[in-house]
């Protein structure tokens, strides 16, 4: 079993950045852990995925925006953005899938506005 506690989130301004952290515990510490959000009426979708600490994936609207990034010793994924939108704004998730099983954190709110 997985548990994964995610914090970081808050308000701020268009063109600000925010760190998201996600801090995994449990026997096993999953290979991949993915970011996802959700906004208000809309599909969760993916943000950004490692896979230990080489492959990285991300969402298509991020262009470059996010840097995700992982520290083993903490057991903690970190999700570094910049540039923010107000379209960024959203509830983000932390993922692990670990023996077929899907963990969840209880997300963290993201708002970007003036």
């Known amino acids: 079993q997985v548990q994964l506690v995610e914090s970081g989130g808050g308000l701020v301004q268009p063109g600000g950045s925010l760190r998201l952290s996600c801090v995994l515990s449990?026997?096993?510490?999953?290979?991949?852990i993915t970011w996802y959000r959700q906004a208000p009426g809309k599909e969760r979708e993916l943000v950004a995925r490692?896979?230990?600490?080489?492959?990285?994936d991300y969402g298509d609207f991020v262009k470059g925006r996010f840097t995700i990034s992982r520290n083993n010793a903490k057991s903690t994924v970190y999700l570094q953005m910049n540039s923010l939108k107000p379209e960024d704004t959203a509830v983000y998730y932390c993922?692990?899938?670990?023996?077929?099983?899907?963990?969840w954190g209880q997300g963290t709110q993201v708002t970007v506005s003036s």
């Open positions: 490692i896979i230990g600490y080489g492959q990285r």
């Open positions: 993922n692990a899938v670990l023996a077929g099983n899907n963990y």
């Open positions: 449990g026997s096993i510490i999953p290979n991949t």
